[in-house]
């Protein structure tokens, strides 16, 4: 059981949108930055997000992120069959002290 | 360029003891931390714990406290992650990440190390 709850999976047709909610509480995501990570299937993930909203260089302006309150959310536009991947939320944990990550969602391009 | 290489993949019993590497080059390793990332087969991310070169300042998780140590050379820019008597639950693919502050993001990671744990 993940201290950050992500929906296990989500889908849709390319060129659409899809957004990827991760919920947590006031020890974590409400008081600390979250970030989003992309794992393509054998693969080590590959930073997407940063401190909520910002996107590393390299990263397209397709993937969007944002934070309100103890929720986060990935957005994903104009998705691709390459886009197929997991996808992790993950903020640092105040009550734990340490980092904690969402169990991770699927997206499906159908 | 920024590269986290890790060491090679890893078949060992239980109760054997384990030492697997990640080093660091094209920035200044003792400058930012190392973090250890667990993903069991089929499985999410979890976090281990994390260390910083420069001082080996070390956090761990409280679900892998006692469970594993993590140290750091330096001197040779590598981090590690060791196990004094390995179990079948260890098996894993494990990933290093360098993280600016011990509570931010991985923005470089590693290739990752499978270890299996078999009899």
């Known amino acids: 059981q993940s201290v950050l709850t992500q929906p296990p999976s989500v889908s849709a047709a390319p060129g659409q949108k899809v957004t990827i909610s991760c919920s947590g509480n006031t020890s974590n995501i409400e008081n600390n930055y979250v970030s989003w990570y992309q794992q393509l299937p054998g693969t080590a993930p590959k930073l997407l997000i940063y401190d909520n909203s910002k996107r590393p260089s390299g990263i397209p302006d397709r993937f969007s992120g944002s934070k309100s309150g103890t929720s986060a959310t990935l957005g994903i536009t104009g998705l691709q069959t390459g886009d197929e991947a997991d996808y992790y939320c993950?903020?640092?944990?105040?009550?734990?002290?340490?980092?904690?990550f969402g169990g991770g969602t699927k997206l499906t391009v159908l | 360029e920024v590269q986290l290489v890790q060491s090679g993949a890893e078949v060992k019993k239980p109760g054997e003891s384990l030492k697997i590497s990640c080093k660091g080059s094209g920035y200044i390793f003792s400058n930012y931390w190392i973090g250890w990332v667990r993903q069991m087969p089929g499985k999410g991310l979890e976090w281990m714990g994390i260390?910083?070169?420069?001082?080996?300042?070390?956090r761990y998780s409280p679900s892998f406290q006692g469970q594993v140590t993590i140290s750091a050379d330096k001197s040779i820019s590598t981090a590690y992650l060791q196990w004094s008597s390995l179990k079948a639950s260890d098996t894993a693919m494990y990933y290093c990440?360098?993280?600016?502050?011990?509570?931010?993001?991985?923005?470089?990671w590693g290739q990752g190390t499978l270890v299996t744990v078999s009899s």
């Open positions: 990440a360098r993280r600016y502050r011990y509570t931010a993001y991985g923005d470089y």
């Open positions: 260390i910083y070169p420069g001082d080996s300042d070390t």
């Open positions: 993950e903020t640092w944990d105040s009550s734990l002290s340490a980092g904690v």
